[in-house]
């Protein structure tokens, strides 16, 4: 079997929504030690089948690092695009800005002449004084964590291996319900700690656990646990989840979770 995926996807039957909204927040980008792009005036393309992407004003951004490039790859909803590499004398990044050539349609047309950065070829990100990891956050997502006395139960391998009646429910736009639960309702015997980190940019860091199965072999992170989490999400702090697709089956109160 395959590792879970680290991002699960979105609904691949879900209507496209696309939007360009506003961020009231400062953000700016580093590279090479030097903040390349500063601006509290951002605006954020975001849609329920990719993730969010902040476009800057040209005058917020450091024009002495950007050499024009002959890469062109178009975008799914904007059409043609244009490319920069970051250069900062000492560093490099290819096709690491880029920009929109004529944004199609009335939704699109604000982000005309504004310049992008892809996420991953710059060092780091902020909104306002914070460190943000892995994308932009989406002003559409929601998570809201409650506490439960619903009844989950995780097979594994043909055999329980968690039964709860105290887990604590996430829900988060565009993603399936995630059950977090106490270590001491997990039989901990069939997990093996993994190599494996994850950062959510809603959650914080996250450690892994592989299962162990009954031929001796693995199977890597079938669940996962937010030892430090974000200000935001202390009620998952120090519980384990577990992937649907890497164990047999979850029961909630007696009934298969999809």
């Known amino acids: 079997?395959?590792?879970?995926?680290?991002?699960?996807?979105?609904?691949?039957?879900?209507?496209?929504?696309?939007?360009?909204?506003?961020?009231?927040?400062?953000?700016?980008?580093?590279?090479?030690?030097?903040?390349?792009?500063?601006?509290?005036?951002?605006?954020?393309?975001?849609?329920?089948?990719f993730l969010p992407i902040y476009f800057f004003p040209v005058a917020s951004v450091d024009a002495s690092v950007l050499k024009s490039s002959l890469h062109r790859e178009p975008h799914a909803v904007g059409g043609d695009t244009a490319y920069w590499d970051v250069d900062t004398g000492d560093r490099r990044s290819a096709n690491a800005a880029w920009s929109f050539v004529s944004p199609p349609g009335e939704n699109l047309s604000p982000l005309a002449g504004r310049i992008a950065f892809t996420w991953k070829l710059v060092d780091q990100w902020f909104e306002e004084d914070e460190e943000v990891f892995v994308h932009a956050r989406d002003p559409y997502a929601r998570?809201?964590?409650?506490?439960?006395?619903?009844?989950?139960?995780?097979?594994?391998?043909?055999?329980?291996?968690?039964?709860?009646?105290?887990?604590?429910?996430?829900?988060?736009?565009?993603?399936?319900?995630?059950?977090?639960?106490?270590?001491?309702?997990?039989?901990?015997?069939?997990?093996?700690?993994?190599?494996?980190?994850?950062?959510?940019?809603?959650?914080?860091?996250?450690?892994y656990w592989s299962g162990l199965l009954s031929d001796g072999s693995v199977r890597p992170d079938i669940a996962w646990c937010y030892r430090d989490t974000i200000a935001e999400m202390p009620k998952i702090k120090g519980l384990v989840a577990f992937y649907p697709q890497a164990v047999d089956r979850i029961h909630l109160d007696g009934e298969p979770v999809a």
């Open 1 to 49: 079997m395959t590792a879970a995926p680290r991002l699960q996807p979105r609904e691949a039957t879900a209507p496209h929504l696309v939007n360009v909204l506003h961020s009231p927040k400062r953000v700016r980008v580093k590279f090479g030690g030097r903040t390349i792009a500063d601006s509290r005036n951002v605006l954020v393309l975001r849609s329920n089948h």
């Open 143 to 207: 998570i809201d964590v409650l506490q439960s006395s619903s009844h989950v139960q995780v097979w594994f391998d043909g055999e329980p291996i968690a039964d709860s009646h105290r887990p604590v429910l996430l829900f988060e736009t565009h993603l399936p319900t995630r059950f977090y639960l106490h270590p001491d309702d997990i039989n901990l015997e069939r997990l093996t700690a993994s190599a494996t980190t994850t950062r959510c940019p809603y959650k914080g860091i996250a450690s």
